[in-house]
T-cell receptor, first 109, second 113 residues
């Protein structure tokens, strides 16, 4: 069936460093790739998304890249801050949205 | 302000009892979704509805039921047939007809005691 793999499951970085989270999807018909940030005890919030006709998208310190040939997409956070600490989920959508298993990011001051 | 509201935030249920989780949105979104979240397993789709009076099973629908009598409301009932109901339940909604992101509620944590 459709599947989205996400790595790593946990990621610890020093404040100011960059963080990269990678996802791979199986359904070649997927054409929409959102990223969500979930803080403890809250629902996920959309932070950035990319459509299949675009290879890269940037919003301040956050960027997402998409390689449709390899079926990979990645989230890049630069100049990390302690408030970036959360669980991040990737997702891929063709007829329905399939989520990755999440990455717990910890940013240490 | 528009948003999606889940209630209650915490819910305790005795084994063998049915319980209904509320989800209401005032975003005028067409589609609504219920996900279950367990540690280390991401979000798994229980049920979804693209339009009023219609809904489809997701990947883990067994032991759950839903209704969509109004566009704004998509309640989820966790029945006694659900073997392991303790989890964090998330409701989401979105506009259809394009690539629109999901808006999530703040979740309901259900504990079976």
């Amino acid at each position: 069936g459709e599947n989205v793999e996400q790595h790593p499951s946990t990621l610890s970085v020093q404040e100011g460093d960059s963080a990269v989270i990678k996802c791979t999807y199986s359904d070649s018909a997927s054409n929409y790739f959102p990223w969500y940030k979930q803080e403890l005890g809250k629902g996920p919030q959309l932070i950035i998304d990319i459509r299949s006709n675009v290879g890269e998208k940037k919003d301040q310190r956050i960027a997402v890249t998409l390689n449709k040939t390899a079926k990979h997409f990645s989230l890049h956070i630069t100049e990390t801050q302690p408030e970036d600490s959360a669980v991040y989920f990737c997702a891929a959508r063709s007829d329905k949205l399939i989520f990755g298993t999440g990455t717990r990011l910890q940013v240490f001051p | 302000d528009g948003g999606i509201t889940q209630s209650p935030k915490y819910l305790f249920r005795k084994e063998g009892q049915n319980v209904t989780l509320s989800c209401e949105q005032n975003l005028n979104h067409d589609a609504m979704y219920w996900y279950r979240q367990d540690p280390g397993q991401g979000l798994r789709l229980i049920y979804y509805s693209q339009i009023v009076n219609d809904f489809q099973k997701g990947d883990i629908a067994e032991g759950y039921s839903v209704s969509r009598e109004k566009k704004e409301s998509f309640p989820l009932t966790v029945t006694s047939a659900q073997k392991n109901p303790t989890a964090f339940y998330l409701c989401a909604s979105r506009l259809t007809g394009g690539h629109y992101g999901y808006t999530f509620g703040s979740g309901t944590r259900l504990t079976v005691v």
